[in-house]
């Protein structure tokens, strides 16, 4: 079982920066390939970025450049850095955990395990 909690989501002007935090109650979570979803209003959830057991990363285009994912197993957390926040990236963040390794992001769907969400605005 894994227990996934979101923080450091928050308000902030279009340019400004947010980094969310992601904490895994998990035996052994290197085996974790990890992904940060975000869902605006009215639009289905969708991929940002994604960071598997192996160290490789996928990030969605309209991202990249800006979002930054990493990882510290020691401590069974996920980061997403956000840099030059636009009004578009106006969403609840989410975190999603699976085991194994995968070359991509993917869908919700193929992630069993979600933490609640972090609210990030962004105003112009």
């Known amino acids: 079982q894994v227990q996934l909690v979101e923080s450091g989501g928050g308000s902030v002007q279009a340019g400004g920066s947010l980094t969310l935090s992601c904490v895994a109650t998990?035996?052994?979570?290197?085996?974790?390939?990890m992904a940060w979803f975000r869902q605006a209003p009215g639009k289905e959830r969708e991929g940002v970025a994604g960071l598997d057991a192996y160290g490789g990363r996928n990030y969605a285009e309209s991202v990249k450049g800006r979002f930054t994912i990493s990882r510290d197993n020691a401590q069974k957390t996920l980061f997403l850095q956000m840099n030059s926040l636009k009004p578009d990236d106006n969403a609840v963040y989410y975190c999603?955990?699976?085991?194994?390794?995968?070359?991509?992001?993917?869908?919700?769907?193929?992630?069993?395990?979600w933490g609640q969400g972090t609210q990030v605005t962004v105003s112009s």
């Open positions: 998990v035996y052994d979570y290197s085996r974790l390939s």
């Open positions: 999603a955990a699976r085991v194994g390794w995968y070359g991509a992001i993917d869908r919700p769907g193929d992630y069993p395990y």
